[in-house]
């Protein structure tokens, strides 16, 4: 019954599939070039500009220094373990991106092909397990190097992602409340034709967004890898291609909670104060991509703004934040919202 | 053989192959591991049988955040095969024997249950969130809610146990 595959879907899901992990690649190659470069404005300074124009070719030339480096494996408790570790944290990293609307139907000579690749009814709580399972790449990382200072720096990650994955999703449960979905296709229609969520839940907005930084190990919760306590923290040990695949993953993580973060807050592929249904399908599908792009740059530039504005948390001033502050104030939140349902469906 | 089969026969494979490899490895940390993979062919089970709430909160609940505290707690204590002692024969001989006469049990009543009526793979819709809410707070909102108030008592009961000496320590 299921052996019946419709093969043309098997394909274009395919090929969606490698486009958006390549694409997503792409982005956070070049995230780590826009990063030295606003880090330079930041700081009145140049950045990197030797290699080739503008030195966009940066990336590449940092790659190839990673791939050309010497690797250097510890005397481990597991090899197995010890590559696991980095592998682990680069697939998660790219798993998220499989629930995420990018755009409306495409019409494709004749097909109308859905840009996204699985619109599951249970989109959100997918991207939330994927994100809970990204701790163990840095924890297996951790602990496979033999050191103590990895140990610490990845217990850090640990229980600093588990704190705010809480109010993370506190702050979500209100947001499902006005949604009444979860699939995140449904609510950027439903933002389409409403407001952005960011105007109905400004609270829950920033409490997700702080909790997004921690979740990603941005400054200033970069705790997990605090080079004057822990030297370099988790991937101490780490050298070559495998420390560029935990630096790597950071840049697919903020890359990928942009990209949430306008589709659940502010409208996804939407184009503000226009509508879309004039427009052909195509040049819509394609101004809305255009759109939701636009929105994750802007993220992506808060998220470095903050890293080269704010210093670094002590730990427990991180602790104290989590845990009583954004805990009882998305409580809160989870409470007032289902009270105003409550008053306005009487 | 037709798909779903297949890939239920592999699900089970790897559920079984790292239940006993979790329960065979001398190495705690890699018996965690290997329950996680556990965990998701069990979440691969919900799937087929169209349960996807269910799969996915079991990956949130156990493997991402049960898992986690266990790993945490087995690496901060350091405990590796050197310096886990050796149970004597006579604790494994009962262990055994206990085990067994469990396994018998549950096989014995596995037996007995009409399989056509128990699973309908991929049908039925009592795993999707909708259903699953309005049982919950419909049919079964007292139980439901008890549940809830004994888990915000083992909570507080944890706190009180972790601050117990702080508090002593002030009088």
């Given amino acids: 019954m299921l052996l019946a595959i419709d093969f043309a879907l098997l394909l274009e899901k395919l090929i969606l599939v490698v486009v958006v992990v390549f694409a997503s690649l792409g982005i956070a190659m070049y995230t780590t070039f826009a990063e030295r470069k606003v880090a330079a404005i930041l700081q009145d300074r140049r950045g990197p500009n030797r290699a080739g124009p503008f030195g966009l070719l940066q990336p590449l030339a940092d790659g190839m220094k990673l791939f050309f480096k010497e690797e250097i494996i510890p005397d481990f408790s597991s090899k197995f373990l010890f590559v696991m570790g980095p592998a682990l944290a680069m697939l998660t990293a790219c798993m998220t991106s499989a629930v995420i609307p990018w755009g409306d139907k495409i019409d494709f000579f004749g097909r109308m092909v859905d840009l996204q690749i699985a619109d599951v009814n249970i989109g959100i709580l997918y991207v939330f397990g994927v994100v809970s399972l990204g701790v163990y790449g840095i924890m297996i990382g951790a602990w496979a190097s033999n050191n103590k200072f990895s140990l610490m720096g990845g217990l850090r990650a640990a229980s600093q992602i588990i704190s705010y994955e809480l109010a993370m999703g506190i702050s979500l449960i209100a947001l499902l409340m006005i949604t009444g979905t979860l699939s995140l296709k449904e609510m950027v229609v439903q933002q389409q034709q409403g407001y952005w969520n960011v105007v109905l839940q400004p609270l829950g907005f920033l409490i997700f967004l702080i909790c997004s930084f921690a979740e990603c190990n941005r400054t200033p919760f970069d705790l997990p890898e605090a080079e004057n306590e822990l030297i370099g923290g988790y991937h101490t040990e780490y050298s070559s291609m495998k420390l560029g695949f935990y630096l790597f993953s950071e840049y697919i993580n903020m890359f990928i909670s942009s990209v949430i973060m306008a589709t659940l807050f502010f409208g996804g592929y939407d184009i503000p104060f226009f509508d879309e249904s004039v427009l052909a399908p195509n040049l819509a599908a394609i101004l809305g991509i255009v759109a939701l792009m636009t929105k994750v740059i802007a993220f992506i530039f808060l998220f470095m703004w903050v890293r080269w504005t704010i210093p670094r948390f002590r730990y427990d001033q991180l602790m104290h934040l989590g845990w009583r502050i954004l805990i009882p104030m998305a409580l809160f939140n989870m409470l007032a919202t289902g009270g105003v349902i409550l008053y306005f469906n009487k | ?171």
Avoid: C
């Fill in chain 2, 1 to 171: 053989m037709s798909i779903i089969q297949i890939i239920f026969l592999l699900l089970s494979v790897m559920a079984v192959g790292s239940a006993l490899m979790m329960i065979t490895s001398k190495n705690p940390v890699n018996s965690v591991l290997w329950l996680i993979v556990v965990f998701f062919a069990i979440s691969g089970h919900y799937i087929l049988l169209n349960a996807q709430f269910l799969a996915i909160v079991n990956i949130i609940v156990y493997a991402g955040a049960i898992m986690v505290l266990f790993l945490f707690v087995v690496m901060l204590m350091n405990l590796n095969a050197e310096t886990e002692p050796v149970k004597n024969r006579r604790l494994q001989l009962i262990g055994i024997t206990s085990g067994g006469a469990l396994m018998l049990i549950i096989v014995s009543a596995i037996s007995k249950i009409d399989v056509e009526q128990l699973v309908q793979i991929n049908a039925g819709d009592s795993g999707l969130i909708k259903v699953l809410g309005m049982n919950l707070f419909k049919n079964y909102v007292l139980p439901f809610e008890i549940s809830s108030v004994l888990f915000l008592s083992a909570m507080i009961g944890a706190v009180v146990i972790g601050k117990k000496e702080e508090i002593e320590n002030k009088k």
